[in-house]
């Protein structure tokens, strides 16, 4: 259910960073409904009933009438003085508060965990974050333009009819506040319906940046014409959720149209019976309907600028939403310091089930001492990489305790945490920079020096040195113009420059061919020197010289040895060993 003030609570605190400037932007938009469209009528009426002064000198009227003109003249030269400083303000104010949104919402989805990017399409988190800041954007023009400048205008009117006639003055009100009460109730009924077109826009989004992320796959598959076909259902849901908004817009304008019709014309009566009954002066007749005019041109601009800031409102909850959802991982309220140095792991009694009720782990104990390397084998969904995303915190244990060094990983930071852990993924994706920034990301602070020897080391200074703008080279996004094994050598190096206690290489070079695997074997035998070592594998071939292979078999450990030792077992590893074909795990 929509709650603009459960929104809003997001958005305030960084408006009161500015709290000054915010309020005084409201203070100078009273200028122009106060001076151009209250007071200068009130000349104009002025004027109105002195030319229509019978039988006076006209000479005589001379100082009085250039009073009026030189007040009108000041009136709009002020005027436009201060909202020409307003409208500065406003522009300085929305930059800055916009440029604080957009950095609030990045904050919060690197709060989100791992699972948090594996259930959201990325496009469609990126158009919800730039919907977010425009949001604000166009909430406060409308805020400012047609509900706070209309507000000032009808009350200052009301506040001049009070003193000319406080039966204009009742019908005035009575009339336009009733006029507001029936829009706001008919804009009520079309927040709910621009919520679900916000809603499937963004999945429109989050599939169009599904589709050209893996337009690789679909080529290669021959299945364009069933994205495109897909795609036509998420667009057709689309366009049938922005009619109904649109609709309902429409029909609240035809209200409108017909309540605005009234009004004007009822204003237009009351002023003709007024003067004809003798009850007010031309002046005043021209003062009614100057007001009625302003006054409708604001309210028939509250309808249009209701449905805007409805629309808007949807964009902002989008993101809301993402915010109210409490991550997956969280760093403790009162964190340790960090005493992890040596490498020494241990999993005591780790229990894992996902969301779903699915368990991968039950009552699960390793110990890795430290600089062991040990490999990790088994079949697919045996619990391998749960284990590494566990030792990461990528997600949580359900139950058990995970220690490092003795000291429990739920204790001190994420950050900390990854700080002594060099990771290498299958599948490394790399940021659209420079290579030299790709390598140089696990620190920040290392020389260039320092960066190509780390390079030389994981053979990636070999196809580097001979692009055209060398370590400059930008990747392309997700590092698409480099080949996967040329994106898993600057992954290694960039572990390499990190040079944590502990490394982690889930299938670190399954994309490599078998030189590139012999050369980066030999670089991965420096690396692991001192340091505590889990690769997993489905290559078994790379890790026949680790310390200790475990083999899982359904979250649970049903041997473990060293390669020699498991084969003469002839068990599970064995079988696997033996049914591998070029190296690989059938």
């Known amino acids: 259910m929509f709650n603009l003030k459960e929104s809003i609570s997001y958005i305030w605190p960084i408006i009161s960073k500015y709290k000054r400037t915010f309020f005084l932007i409201f203070f100078l938009y009273i200028s122009r409904p106060l001076l151009s469209n209250t007071i200068v009528p009130i000349f104009y009426k002025k004027i109105v009933d002195l030319i229509s002064i019978q039988g006076i000198d006209r000479s005589a009227l001379t100082i009085p009438l250039l009073k009026c003109v030189a007040m009108i003249a000041i009136s709009f030269i002020v005027t436009n003085i201060v ?9 300085k104010f929305q930059s800055k508060v916009m440029k604080d949104l957009i950095d609030l919402a990045f904050s919060k989805f690197q709060n989100h965990s791992y699972a948090f990017f594996a259930d959201n399409f990325s496009g469609s988190l990126v158009n919800k974050s730039k919907k977010f800041v425009r949001a604000f954007e166009v909430m406060h023009d409308v805020v400012l333009d047609n509900f706070w400048v209309p507000f000032v205008g009808f009350v200052s009117v009301f506040i001049v009819f009070f003193v000319q006639s406080r039966i204009i003055a009742l019908v005035f009100f009575t009339v336009y506040v009733l006029y507001t009460l029936i829009i706001i109730l008919m804009s009520r009924k079309t927040i709910q319906a621009y919520v679900e077109k916000a809603s499937a826009d963004s999945r429109v989004t989050g599939y169009i940046a599904d589709a050209l992320i893996n337009v690789l796959s679909t080529k290669s598959s021959s299945a364009s014409g069933r994205e495109i076909e897909n795609f036509k259902k998420a667009t057709t849901e689309e366009e049938a959720l922005r009619f109904r908004a649109w609709n309902m817009s429409n029909k609240q304008q035809i209200v409108q149209s017909i309540l605005m019709i009234f009004v004007q014309v009822f204003c237009v009566f009351l002023a003709v019976d007024l003067w004809v009954t003798g009850k007010i002066t031309a002046g005043m007749f021209v003062l009614i309907q100057s007001y009625s005019i302003t006054l409708g041109n604001y309210f028939w601009d509250l309808g249009k600028s209701m449905i805007k800031f409805t629309d ?10 993402i915010f109210q959802k409490t991550p997956d991982v969280l760093d403790p309220e ?36 430290k600089g062991e390397k040990v490999g ?18 990528f997600i949580d244990i359900s139950k058990g305790e995970i220690l490092i060094d003795g000291q429990d990983i739920k204790k001190i930071t994420q950050d900390d945490l990854r700080k002594s852990i060099s990771y290498i993924s299958q599948e490394p994706v790399l940021f659209h920079r420079s290579i030299l920034d790709n390598i140089s990301y696990s620190r920040p602070d290392a020389t260039e020096e320092e960066i190509v020897e780390c390079a030389k080391k994981a053979h990636a200074d070999e196809f580097i040195s001979k692009l055209p703008s060398g370590y400059g080279t930008l990747v392309g996004e997700r590092g ?11 992954a290694i190096a960039r572990a390499m420059l990190k040079d944590a206690p502990i490394l982690m290489l889930d299938e670190a070079t399954s994309s490599l061919d078998s030189i590139s695997e012999s050369y980066i074997q030999d ?8 340091k505590t070592t889990i690769v997993i594998a489905h290559r078994l071939s790379t890790i026949q010289k680790m310390d200790r292979i475990v083999v899982l078999d359904k979250g649970e450990i049903v041997e473990e040895g060293k390669h020699k030792d498991l084969l003469e077992k002839n068990g599970l590893y064995a079988d696997l060993w033996n049914h591998q074909t070029g190296g690989f795990l059938e």
């Open 83 to 91: 909202m020409r400083s307003g409208q500065f303000l406003v522009t």
């Open 312 to 321: 808007a409102a949807s964009d902002l909850k989008e993101m809301v939403d």
């Open 334 to 369: 009162h964190p340790e310091v960090s005493r992890i140095r040596e490498g020494n792991l241990e999993m005591k009694n780790v229990s894992f089930y996902y969301q779903e009720g699915v368990e991968v782990l039950n009552d699960f104990s390793l110990k890795i001492h």
């Open 376 to 393: 990790l084998v088994g079949h697919s969904g045996s619990g391998k990489s749960t284990i590494t995303k566990l030792l990461m915190r």
């Open 480 to 490: 698409v113009k480099l080949s996967g094994g040329e994106r898993q050598r600057v």
């Open 523 to 530: 670089a991965f035998n420096e690396l692991m020197k001192g």
